[in-house]
């Protein structure tokens, strides 16, 4: 009875190795789990904020081209203006040209007489 007393202790023994192996087995992969999913969630945030970053600076660079777009077509349009008044004057300028050489004639014109 003895022997066999013996022999069921010890098969007790080695089933509870066994699974005390087999726990601490699971408790590491659960621990790599808990590892890697931390790791995953972290860089899944890390990949949304990053999308998020390049839909906001798309947004501020259209802004920013759209910006751009109205001061050229202001620059543009203050040009034309600019150009008009040059014309304007520098053909005032020729009439006051031809009235100082006019002016110029008739002094010489009644110096003579």
Known sequence: MIAENQSINNHLVLQRDEFLNYYIKGQMLAVALCKDRTRFVQFQGLSR????????????????IRDAAYLKANLEERKIKLTDENETYDRENGEMTQFTKDGVIIKANMERL
């Open 49 to 64: 904020w990053l999308l998020r970053k390049k839909k906001e600076d798309k947004v501020i660079k259209l802004r920013e």
